[in-house]
Every structure is written in C-alpha cells, then in structure tokens.
C-alpha cells in the first residue's frame, strides 16, 4: 500500500479492510444502482490481492447487505428463511 497506516495487529484481513477504505472513498455512486459503489470498491480490493482468501464483509450503513468473496479457499452460504450463513471452514 502507497500510504501509512498504523495497524493494531499482524493479520492480513487488517490489510485488506484499510485497501477496501481506500478504494471505497476513490468509487463513484452509480446512477439508478443503489449498492453500485460498494461493489466497485470490493471489486477494486479484489483485483489488488493475491495468495487464497474466504471473506464476507457486511456494511455499517448497508444493514441488508453482505459481500463474499473467495480465491482458493472454500466458502459456503446458507440460507434458512430470513437468516443467511457464511463459512470458510468446511470443517463439521
């Protein structure tokens, strides 16, 4: 990453939550799309990482919205009437 930051651990998911901050504040709204902005970001962060990952995100201001993406790893999404589960563990 261009910029400093100060990290408070030594995990990689710290890393890639402050690229998604970056790339969430260089995206643009798209017109008529209401979660077009989150996905650029995210899809902007993607493109940036390397090695396997399983991660969801979901959004402080976007309660009914949750992004997963995986590269290598396995994840898994459930879905039990109104109630959706995501896990990288595959592990019973």
Same mark, same amino acid.
């Given at each position: 990453m261009e910029k400093s930051y100060a990290?408070?651990? +030594?995990?990689d998911i710290e890393v890639m939550a402050q690229l998604?901050? +970056?790339n969430f504040k260089k995206s643009r709204a798209g017109t008529g799309k209401p979660n077009f902005r989150y996905l650029t970001a995210i899809q902007m962060t993607l493109a940036r990482l390397q090695g396997t990952y399983g991660w969801a995100i979901s959004l402080v201001d976007k309660h009914n919205l949750m992004m997963a993406a995986c590269f290598g790893s396995p994840l898994m999404i459930g879905v039990e009437q109104d109630d959706y589960f995501?896990?990288?563990?595959?592990?019973l």
């Open positions: 990290f408070r651990s +030594e995990t998604l901050t +970056e995501i896990s990288s563990d595959a592990s």
